[in-house]
């Protein structure tokens, strides 16, 4: 069947008075149904814009697509609709959850009225039906006592709860994309896992198709079933989760991988992260993005871009080492495997 989302080299920038922010350089990747992939990187490397580019979420100006086409369920081209016309396609076909539920919740309404009025928003019912499809909804997310909760205001719930809320409500319009923007970031360790537990959860239950926001590898592997890693505004790697945990063919993503914290050892010890930062996006470099922080940067890396190379169907990376006259270098030991 087709992908429920085709991404073909999108472009976003942000006109500033500096000058112009290449935020997103020419992004590709398609999103199948049912389906959850996960796009990781540092904070700037576009993976938000993007994200909120799907939804149209970016204000314009400053920002503005510079070119790229998003086709949605195999007929829609994102970039082409108005807002009123967008507006239908976030509230029926597309959910968001973000970082801190309290931007897209109400501090003056109930859970329950929130979430009816999502309902009511996408389906014509009544009110008492919407009232209980909110009950249905929070048992959906896990929450203990929907009844009585949906009497409460967001303030009289822990973190961990509003971000459930907050899943309920982008749930509302059942969305067959659902995009989470770090959705566990600002939680702690053992509530990130049980909302990690519930996205897959609802996943299973719904069929969803899931794009993932994260600049956290644990979390990836819990979860994806495709990474894309992206570096100052470009996709540097995409593969399926052995591809990119097992067999990496790019220096960056072995870098982010070596900060992950693993499972059978001490989970306080020191992450190592990949020295330097990122390029600065008004004049991004020619050749690869990554050369200034790359270890094993060649004369070629600093002047002519990588493009994609075509390791197998599911997996490309965008790194001159895999050149058949790149000189051999191992993955270094602690790089995932
Ligand atoms: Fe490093 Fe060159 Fe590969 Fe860029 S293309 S990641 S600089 S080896
Ligand atoms: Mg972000």
New binding site residues.
């Given amino acids: 069947s087709k992908p429920i989302l085709e991404v073909r080299d999108l472009k976003v920038s942000f006109k500033m008075h500096a000058g112009e922010v290449q935020a997103v350089r020419g992004v590709s990747f398609d999103l199948n149904k049912g389906e959850t992939i996960a796009i990781v990187g540092e904070s700037g490397c576009g993976k938000s814009v993007t994200a909120q580019t799907i939804m149209r979420l970016v204000p314009t100006p400053p920002s503005f697509i510079k070119s790229g086409a998003i086709v949605f369920d195999g007929k829609t081209d994102i970039v082409k609709l108005n807002e009123k016309q967008m507006e239908k396609v976030r509230g029926n076909e597309m959910g968001m959850i973000f970082q801190d539920p309290m931007t897209s919740l109400n501090p003056t309404m109930t859970i329950g009225a929130q979430i009816t009025e999502g309902v009511i928003k996408h389906e014509k019912v009544s009110k008492s039906a919407a009232w209980k499809r909110a009950v249905e909804l929070l048992s959906l997310v896990g929450m203990s006592n929907p009844e009585q909760r949906v009497h409460q205001f967001p303030h009289e719930l822990s973190g961990g709860m509003r971000q459930r809320v907050m899943i309920a409500l982008a749930l509302a319009c059942n969305p067959k994309l659902l995009i989470a923007d770090e959705p566990t970031t600002a939680l702690d360790v053992t509530i990130q896992a049980q909302i990690i537990d519930l996205l897959r959860d609802i996943q299973k239950k719904t069929d969803t198709s899931i794009i993932l926001i994260t600049h956290d590898l644990g979390v990836v592997a819990e979860i994806a079933q495709r990474v894309i890693v992206m570096y100052a505004g470009k996709v540097v790697e995409q593969g399926t989760l052995d591809e990119i945990f097992y067999e990496s063919r ?3 993503t072995w870098g982010l991988l070596k900060s992950v914290p693993r499972l059978d050892s001490d989970r306080n010890s020191e992450l190592e992260s990949i020295p330097g930062s990122p390029p600065d996006l008004y004049a991004p470099p020619v050749g ?1 993005a ?2 200034a922080r ?1 270890p ?3 004369k070629i ?1 600093k002047e002519q871009d ?1 493009g994609h190379f075509h390791i197998s169907d599911s997996h490309s990376a965008a ?3 895999n050149h058949e006259d790149a000189p051999k270098v191992g993955r270094p030991v602690g790089a995932g495997g």
């Fill in positions: 790019h220096p960056y690869c990554f050369a790359c094993y940067a060649m890396c990588p790194c001159w080492l």
